[in-house]
């Protein structure tokens, strides 16, 4: 579910976070605690670059703040969540995989000279952490561990409600580990074999095999090229053996990664967001199957496994929670 907006008084304690990804612009108006009182969402055309963001952010503020019946003088902090790494103590962002121009950009120093507010930066994986850690499906946990699983895979480690950075540059890159990778058996990215491009690229690749064996996926419109991580569950849920052998080699590889978590952190709660999340019972089932077949025997039984709480909202309100 997404936060719950709520109609009260706009007043001094408002704050402002910010998402910016690589598809994806979004601002909400709430408070330090992560309640929503009004948000804005924007695409991002990735092809424009930094700039065009940069271009579009002061509007895209002013609107949220009149969304939600507030003006700047009531606006005490701005919290940011970046789709790419990012030097949070410096405020900097060191990259970005999807957006050129970020490389290096001191973001949270353009945030303070332009808005004339103290301003927090994290990593997006690292800010839904927090807000799944304080208000979502790891609430009252002392431990959380978050992983998002869309086109990319990030994640983010929360202890006693605070995220935990590392040596500064972040932590928690769980897409970048690796894992065999199901049909080589080669070390790769966990990136590359359980994220929504990486299903949909293993998909695409089998169905279109000349002579393998016969399968849904790709006889719809659009053909092979069109399938997705959406399709490949939907092809599974209806008996499609291609299409369950996908869903299971990444079930297998996403509970292996899993299993060195627990044994790593010992989290009281995994939480797992991003699209590939949404997935039904075939994967949740399969995936729970994989993490307590892999995890070590004395942590697995307090370990628990949740799907995100806060939908959409999970970035920004981390984002909150950061400018608190």
Not at 9 to 25: D, Q, V
Not at 110 to 118: G, V
Not at 135 to 140: E, K, Q, V
Not at 156 to 185: F, N
Request: aromatic share 6%; proline share 4%; with cysteine.
């Amino acid at each position: 579910m997404a936060a719950q907006s709520v109609p009260a008084p706009a007043g001094p304690g408002c704050r402002i976070g910010i998402e910016i990804g690589g598809t994806k612009l979004q601002a909400v108006l709430g408070d330090e605690s992560g309640r929503v009182r009004h948000r804005e969402r924007r695409s991002v055309q990735p092809q424009a670059g930094a700039a065009a963001i940069l271009t579009v952010l002061p509007a895209l503020l002013d609107d949220v703040l009149a969304g939600g019946g507030a003006a700047w003088r009531d606006v005490a902090a701005i919290g940011i969540g970046f789709g790419g790494p990012v030097d949070a103590a410096a405020g900097v962002v060191l990259n970005s995989f999807q957006v050129a121009g970020w490389q290096g950009f001191a973001l949270a120093a353009w945030a303070r000279e332009t808005w004339r507010r103290p301003v927090a930066l994290a990593n997006d994986a690292a800010a839904a952490g927090l807000a799944e850690a304080r208000l979502g499906a790891g609430n009252g946990a002392h431990r959380v561990f978050y992983l998002t699983v869309g086109s990319g895979i990030g994640g983010g480690w929360i202890v006693d409600g605070r995220i935990d950075y590392g040596q500064g540059l972040g932590m928690a890159e769980i897409g970048h580990t690796y894992v065999p990778d199901p049909q080589s058996d080669e070390a790769v990215e966990l990136e590359s074999v359980c994220s929504g491009w990486a299903i949909a690229r293993r998909a695409q690749r089998a169905a279109g095999v000349a002579g393998g064996e016969a399968s849904r996926l790709g006889k719809g419109a659009g053909g092979t090229a069109a399938i997705d991580a959406p399709a490949v569950y939907a092809a599974a849920a209806a008996g499609d053996r291609l299409a369950a052998r996908i869903l299971d080699e990444t079930t297998a590889t996403l509970g292996l990664a899993l299993a060195n978590v627990i044994a790593l952190f010992h989290p009281e709660v995994i939480v797992l967001g991003g699209g590939v999340s949404l997935m039904g019972p075939l994967f949740w089932e399969g995936l729970r199957r994989q993490v307590a077949r892999r995890a070590l025997a004395p942590f697995a039984g307090s370990v628990r496994l949740e799907r995100a709480a806060l939908g959409e909202d999970v970035v920004p309100v981390g984002a909150l929670c950061l400018a608190g």
